[in-house]
C-alpha cells in the first residue's frame, strides 16, 4: 500500500516538474545504428560542445567499478596533460604533470 502510494507521489511530482521545466537543448546529436555503424541523423555533429552531467557520472562509475575490481586505488596517482588542463570549460584546477 505504501509502495503504491509513494508511486502516486512520484509519479505527479516528476510530471509537475516537466511541465515547469524548459526545453531540453540537445546539441549537437548523433544517432546511429550500433549493428550496421550507419549514421541515421546529425545536427551540429563537428560543433565543439563541452561534456554533459552523464559523461560526468560515467566517468565516476567507470572510475569506482575500476576501484571496485582492484585496477585502481583511491590514492593511484591520475596524469593530467598539459593539454587536458587547458580544456575549457575546466574548472578543477588541475596543474599540468
Known amino acids: 500500500m505504501r509502495y ?7 509519479s505527479v511530482g516528476t510530471i509537475a516538474l516537466s511541465v515547469v521545466a524548459g526545453p531540453a537543448l ?3 546529436v548523433v544517432v546511429f545504428d550500433l549493428g550496421s555503424g550507419k549514421i541515421l541523423q546529425h545536427q551540429d555533429a563537428f560543433k565543439r560542445w563541452y ?6 557520472l560515467m566517468t565516476a562509475y567507470v572510475t569506482f567499478r575500476a576501484i571496485a575490481a582492484g585496477e585502481v586505488q583511491l590514492d593511484s596517482p591520475i596524469k593530467v596533460t598539459k593539454h587536458s588542463a587547458a580544456e575549457p570549460p575546466s574548472k578543477m584546477g588541475f596543474k599540468p604533470g
Open 26 to 28: 540537445a546539441n549537437p
Open 51 to 56: 561534456p554533459a552531467s552523464l559523461s560526468k
Open 4 to 10: 503504491r502510494h509513494f508511486l502516486k507521489l512520484f
